[in-house]
Nanobody, 120 residues
Framework: QAQLVESGGGLVQAGGSLRLSCAAS????????MAWFRQAPGKQRDLVAS???????NYEDFVKGRFTISRDNAKNTVYLQMNSLKPEDTAVYYC??????????????WGQGTQVTVSS
């Protein structure tokens, strides 16, 4: 059964750092792109960063230069290193992953989310 499990969230002061991890399991045919999203209270879920299987990355402007996405394909795990955190980074952070299917299609799975709170 496909599953994504996030970890690494918590409470940190402004200017601090956190590293989120998201481990995927249950993939029989491989995982393509993986990504991190976030959702603040009362707001929509927004893309933060994404990474292809080959390691190409994309960042939204509000995290460029502060956050780094990476992955370990052998472990089916994606990471988000967050530095210089700001109170406005406070949100629930979700990872997703594109699992390949036996028909060479794609099925998207989401993790349960991990809370990141940045105090001022």
């Amino acid at each position: 059964q496909a599953q994504l499990v996030e970890s690494g969230g918590g409470l940190v002061q402004a200017g601090g750092s956190l590293r989120l991890s998201c481990a995927a399991s249950g993939s029989s045919f491989g995982i393509d792109a993986m990504a991190w999203f976030r959702q603040a209270p009362g707001k929509q879920r927004d893309l933060v960063a994404s990474i292809t299987r080959a390691g190409s990355t994309n960042y939204e402007d509000f995290v460029k230069g502060r956050f780094t996405i990476s992955r370990d394909n052998a472990k089916n795990t994606v990471y988000l290193q967050m530095n210089s955190l700001k109170p406005e980074d406070t949100a629930v952070y979700y990872c997703n992953a594109q699992f390949r299917t036996y028909t060479n299609g794609i099925r998207l799975y989401w993790g349960q989310g991990t809370q990141v709170t940045v105090s001022s």
